[in-house]
Every structure is written in C-alpha cells, then in structure tokens.
C-alpha cells in the first residue's frame, strides 16, 4: 500500500513539474502585439533597419533582429521571445569603426551591412557574402569569395538584372561582378558567389543611399582599411571609380552573384 502510493506521488510530482516546465517554455516564448512594437521601436533605435513600429512581426522587423543577434552574438533564430525583448533592452548601439564621412561597412565576421552618415549614425542591414565555396562559371572553376578592402560605388542598376547565376536586384557595383544588391535568399550564414546579398525590403531605399562614388569597407578581424583618406581627397576616390569601370573587369562586370 505505501510503495503504490509512493508511486503514485512520483508520478503526480512528475507530471506537474514537467507541466510546470512546459508552462514555463510556453511563456517564455509567447509575446504579445505590446512587446512586438516595443522591440521594433529599441531596434530602430539602435540603428536596425526595420519597418515601421505597429507591432507587427513582418519582414523587416525580422531582418533587424537577425541584424541584432548577429551584431550581439546572440543564437541568429530569427525568432522574436521575451529573452529578446529583455536582451534589446539592456543592449547599446552598433558603432562602426570609422565616424566623420559617410560611407557603408561591410562586417563579414558579423555578416551585417552599417549604412554611416557623417555623424556616424547608423543603419544595420543582415546580408550573406561569399560562401568560399568553389562553383563554375562560364565552363571555369570559380571561387565564391568577397573581396575585403577599400571600394566606391561604381556603377548601378535599377530593378531587376538577370544572369547565369540569378537575378539581382537594384545592385551597386563596387568591383568587377561584385555587388550590393537585393536577393530573394538572405541566408544567416555566408551563401553567395561573392557579392553582398542584403534584404529585399530594403534593396531600394539602400540603392538611393548608395550614390554613385559612395565609399564601401569591406572586412573580417585582420583585413580592415581606412576609408578616410578617400574622403579628403577627390581625386583618390575618383581614380578607385575608374579602376572599378575599367575595362578589364568587364567580363567580371557580366558575372551576378
């Protein structure tokens, strides 16, 4: 009699504390339309780009918590909970490496694109780079790799661009056939053939950004180079924009990322 209703309390005592423990995980992952609008007003005022603060979980607001989880190392779920909500809020705001001119910064350790004014505001982009896996193009063994270093925006296209290794949309060539543009497939993780792949909500707005001449950095931990001696001489930057349009990159010009 007293094993069985030992038993029986061991089963009772089991049974509520995993129900304890499933409750528990149901609340710290169920968020309400309040704690949505609360997350997309910290995330913009961070710098992450997201859409507009109406408490609704769409697109952007996705893209600027992915930006986030990247930035802060955090696990990159894509997936809005209570612990992000908290973790935003004792969060500070990305800063990029340089301040004083404007320009974009490509963090490929990070994965994240800083949109940089003047005064060193900040817009965050998550993107995807190259895979550094090798692939074939044009009948040629090709490796998927971005390049890092110092660039300008030297030619753009508008709406759509088709090619044998997909369409692009509204691109900014910084390089050769290397790009920032908008893609159907961001990935959390590097996945190109070596262009800058960034969100399509934000394609456009990002191309009337990217002037042509807009300077770009592009680097991992060890590879990071000043931009700043671009931004107070001309003449150097105008002489990276004819290197990016010459024609020995024309061939490179043809290849979408």
Known sequence: MKLGFCLYLLVFLYASSTGVIAQSRTSRSTINQAQTKEAERLLT????????????????????????QK??????TG??????????????????????????????????????????????????????Q???DHGQKSLAYTPRGRFVVYDKTFGWENGDLGSVYF???????????????????????????????????????????????????VSFVSGKLW???PDLKAAAMGNGAAKDYQYERERPK
Not at 45 to 67: H, K, M, N
Not at 71 to 76: C, K, L, P, S, T
Not at 97 to 113: F, I, N, S
């Open 45 to 68: 005022e961070r710098g992450y780009w997201t859409g507009p603060v109406d408490g609704r979980f769409d697109p952007g607001t996705q893209s600027a918590l992915i930006a986030f």
């Open 71 to 76: 930035w802060e190392g955090r696990n990159i």
């Open 171 to 221: 691109a900014n060539y910084i390089t050769g056939g290397v790009a920032i543009h908008g893609f159907r497939s961001v990935p959390t993780q590097p996945a190109s053939h070596g262009c800058i792949r960034i969100p399509m909500f934000a394609a456009r707005e990002v191309s009337k950004l990217l002037t042509l001449g807009t300077i770009v950095l592009v680097f991992d931990k």
């Open 79 to 132: 997936r809005l909970t209570p612990d992000e909500v908290e973790a935003l809020r004792i969060s500070s705001p990305p800063k990029a490496r340089e301040t004083g001119y404007a320009h974009v910064a490509v963090d490929l350790d990070r994965q994240v694109l800083m949109i940089v004014n003047e005064q060193g505001d900040l817009k965050v982009l998550p993107v995807s780079t190259g895979s550094n």
């Open 231 to 233: 931004a107070e001489n």
């Open 134 to 136: 090798s692939f074939m």
